[in-house]
């Protein structure tokens, strides 16, 4: 519990610092942009912390490359 407190604390503390520029300057798509991987960041860093097996991506690339060449 008390890393989860600690991954929400520090995301908060980066968010704040990151994100309010962005917003005072109005640059709406570098905003959007950087909410979008910070939210994913975030949702993977507190499933890790719970212990959730996070599948490896490149095993997906890699079975997609492999059915495209071997056709």
């Known amino acids: ?6 991954i929400l604390f520090i995301y ?4 704040v610092i990151e ?3 962005l917003y ?4 709406k798509r570098k905003l959007v942009l ?7 960041a975030f949702v993977i860093s507190l ?12 095993d997906g690339f890699k ?6 060449i071997q056709k």
């Open 1 to 6: 519990m008390f890393i989860i407190v600690m």
């Open 12 to 15: 908060l503390i980066i968010g």
């Open 19 to 21: 994100i309010t520029p």
């Open 24 to 27: 005072k300057n109005k640059e």
């Open 34 to 40: 950087y909410s979008i991987f910070f939210s994913i």
């Open 47 to 58: 499933l890790l912390s719970m212990g959730v097996k996070i599948p490896n991506p490149t």
């Open 63 to 68: 079975f997609i490359v492999e059915s495209i």
